[in-house]
């Protein structure tokens, strides 16, 4: 799967894919979050990407040409983007 915003291939790690099957949020959920224009984007201190919307958070690191998603969560918090 590639993300068209970014141009990179979308890989899930071992411990992405568990924690998304577990947390009922699916790879095609993950791409239109990373795609969707108004995701919040912020680079954490350890070099990763945060992607954030209003309900889904999406942790993933760029290694060569691939996004690896690191792990996704729901989140309820009402935070401002």
């Not at 979308?10 to 993950?30: K, M, P, Q, T, Y």
């Not at 969707?36 to 990407?49: H, V, W």
């Not at 290694?63 to 998603?69: A, E, F, G, P, V």
Request: glycine fraction near 4%; charged fraction near 30%; include cysteine.
């Amino acid at each position: 799967m590639i993300s068209e915003l970014l141009g990179l291939d979308i890989c899930f790690d071992l411990h992405a894919s568990n924690r998304s099957l577990e947390r009922e949020i699916d790879e095609v959920e993950v791409k239109q979050l990373i795609d969707d224009p108004k995701t919040q984007c912020q680079i954490q201190k350890n070099g990763r990407l945060k992607f954030i919307n209003t309900k889904t958070v999406v942790i993933g690191e760029v290694r060569k040409s691939c996004l690896w998603i690191i792990t996704a969560y729901h989140t309820n918090r009402k935070e401002k983007l």
